[in-house]
């Protein structure tokens, strides 16, 4: 699905120019209408423009819903919109308006299908105009997913999933819901997937907010349950009574380690799968020096925060170094340990290893088999 999936000679890993760089031609756009967006501050925001009739052009905001956002996204490649943005938002493009009516139901797979493309376009002038242009802000990689939380059960590992959508908390309806969804909320929130229930009928009584998502289908393999096939944001046939709701294994995934760990990127904590390890000892984290580190030794890490396997074993502090001292260095793991900890290493504060030696890992919770793995492992 990615060119990093490809085999290739590692990140960074070259004896190459830039007279050498690589380029393609593809063939036409498998859509019928392309969509882009320009004037955001981030890929996957602005306003958004259409090739249509021979040229690129804008589409007014008159009838512009978060329907009609949703497709554009998801032909984007986006998860969906988490926002329908009118009055211009993100400037005027210099651009002319050339549809006015896109008319989405928000589950077609490109703008193309909506109803407002099997007319001739018509732009009623004494609305549309430079400051009435539609854009989108859409659910994705670049934005992160929408949070979740668990509303009221009697325990923090149980509830009422809620997810925050336009500045809002809403509910999950249940139809279809089963433990593989369960399994993608509870592994998000940071619990185990394994034992986790799914509890329909608004089990943890009724929400309040908008009903967000209908139809999940997750298969359990999922990082966000706004990864898992659904209605699209805001679609439904649902009452509140259909609340979702689970009940989560209440031992985290690292709560009986010596040493949990945490992956970090640019000194941060932003995706759960992956980043630089860092291991708490002595209420302090720390880094893990590089020496030796390889796909085994990221097997046993990605195993310790809950995934089934690793895709890779990142070597010289590939997502950024992190603060403080380096506390594990010469790991060898057989790939079987339970923990980081169990491996053979050396224990004491290294002084051998700096900032620029810092381990880190990818993780995943699909079988190795699917990917083309990169050990690098460093000596």
Not at 66 to 87: E, I, K, P, W
Request: proline share 4%; glycine share 10%; aromatic share 12%.
């Amino acid at each position: 699905m990615y060119l990093s999936n490809c085999s290739h000679s590692g990140f960074g890993n070259h004896d190459c120019y830039h007279y050498q760089d690589a380029g393609v031609v593809c063939q036409g756009s498998p859509f019928l209408i392309p969509v882009r967006l320009s004037n955001g501050t981030r890929p996957n925001e602005g306003t958004v423009e259409i090739f249509y009739q021979n040229r690129w052009g804008t589409i007014c905001d008159i009838f512009w819903t978060l329907q009609d956002a949703n497709v554009v996204c998801r032909q984007l490649g986006y998860d969906g919109a988490y926002n329908a943005t009118h009055s211009s938002y993100y400037g005027d493009s210099g651009l002319t308006t050339v549809m006015a009516y896109t008319d989405c139901f928000g589950q077609e797979s490109q703008l193309a299908n909506c109803t407002g493309f099997r007319y001739s376009p018509y732009i009623p002038q004494w609305y549309c105009d430079d400051s009435t242009i539609a854009g989108v802000m859409c659910i994705g990689t670049e934005e992160g997913p929408p949070p979740i939380r668990l509303v009221g059960g009697s325990v923090a590992h149980e509830g009422r999933v809620e997810i925050l959508v336009q500045g809002q908390w809403g509910t999950i309806c249940d139809d279809i819901w089963d433990p593989a969804d369960a399994e993608v909320v509870c592994r998000q929130l940071g619990y185990l997937a394994e034992g986790a229930a799914a509890l329909p009928f608004a089990h943890f009584g009724e929400g309040s907010g908008p009903i967000v998502l209908d139809d999940v289908n997750c298969t359990g393999l999922e990082l966000y349950v706004t990864d898992c096939p659904n209605s699209g944001f805001y679609l439904h046939n649902c009452a509140h009574s259909e609340d979702a709701g689970v009940r989560c294994n209440s031992r985290g995934p690292q709560n009986d380690y010596t040493y949990p760990i945490r992956l970090v990127t640019n000194g941060t904590i932003t995706t759960p799968n992956e980043g630089t390890v860092e291991i708490l000892h002595n209420g302090t984290w720390s880094a893990i020096c590089d020496d030796y580190w390889g796909y085994s030794e990221a097997v046993v890490a990605c195993h310790m925060l809950g995934f089934a396997t690793a895709v890779r074993a990142y070597i010289r502090s590939f997502h950024g170094p992190v603060d403080g001292d380096t506390f594990l260095d010469n790991v060898r793991c057989a790939g079987t340990e339970r923990e980081i900890f169990e491996c053979s290493h050396s224990s004491s504060i290294s002084r051998n290893c700096d900032k620029t030696q810092q381990a880190g890992v990818s993780c995943t919770n699909y079988t190795a088999s699917e990917y083309t793995i990169t050990t690098g492992r460093r000596q």
